[in-house]
């Protein structure tokens, strides 16, 4: 039983079996520091996690405040991002009609070394069942992405929520599925340049740690690893909505 996509994490275009999905612009939030909203126990925990974060490279945009976007099926590459279970079959995989990320670069350096993206997930289904829909609660929770000094090798992503004792639920017909805060790698940057100055954001994580809970499923195994596999393309814009360079540097 997968956990959910988009990140569709989805196809390119649409998901097999899967009508048309909106496609909505996802934001992401860049930082140079932590999640300041984090509580306590939160924040001890991103403080382990990035303990062991490679880091040192940086997002790089032109302006002090930058609204960055990621885009699904963007040409001339179509991207798509997928998040299911480990090994599971394609027709498990969990994607939504509408999905959007929000967020800012704010820095009067112009350059982060993290990115947060907050996501909305409205009208999830299953491919191999897309006229079932069921929900993803969010529960503040995002997904932050650290930068190494080599932004095309395996960089690290965190599941972070703000709040102690919140994760990412799913409520699928067959059991709800959690997916806590924790620590995995595989992630890695491309710029797109010299024309556009975008990045593509590449998942290959593995082995993210999620709980089955109650229904049918729970017959798998109550803990399962699922994974994140594909990409996007993230853009940056002024507040006006001009885009502008965004670029990832080691």
């Known amino acids: 039983m997968p ?56 997002f790089v945009s032109t302006e002090e405040h930058t609204i960055v976007e990621g885009f699904e099926g963007a040409e001339p590459n179509p991207h798509v991002l997928h998040f299911n279970k480990e090994g599971g079959a394609a027709g498990e995989r969990i994607g939504c009609d509408v999905d959007k990320y929000t967020g800012t670069i704010s820095s009067a350096t112009k350059t982060a070394t993290e990115i947060t993206i907050t996501p909305s997930w409205e009208q999830c289904y299953t491919t191999g069942s897309p006229n079932t829909k069921f929900d993803i609660h969010e529960n503040k929770c995002d ?47 491309t710029n797109i340049t010299p024309a556009k100055h975008e990045v593509t954001l590449t998942s290959t994580v593995k082995g993210i740690e999620s709980q089955y809970h109650g229904g049918i499923c729970i017959f798998l195994g109550t803990t399962q690893k699922s994974e994140m596999v594909g990409s996007v393309t993230v853009k940056g814009f002024t507040t006006a909505g001009v885009q502008i360079p965004v670029t990832a540097t080691g």
Do not use: D, W
């Open 3 to 58: 956990m959910f996509s988009r990140v569709q994490c989805g196809p390119a275009g649409q998901a097999p079996g899967a009508r048309s999905r909106e496609r909505e612009p996802m934001s992401t939030k860049l930082k140079a520091l932590g999640l300041g909203l984090l509580a306590v126990m939160a924040m001890s925990a991103v403080a382990v996690m990035n303990a062991g974060a490679s880091t040192g490279g940086h």
């Open 143 to 189: 997904f932050l992405f650290t930068i190494s000094k080599t932004p095309t090798g395996h960089n690290t992503a965190h599941v972070v929520c703000q709040n102690a004792g919140e994760a990412f639920v799913i409520t699928h017909p067959n059991c709800t599925i959690t997916v806590p805060p924790q620590t995995v790698t595989g992630v890695s940057y």
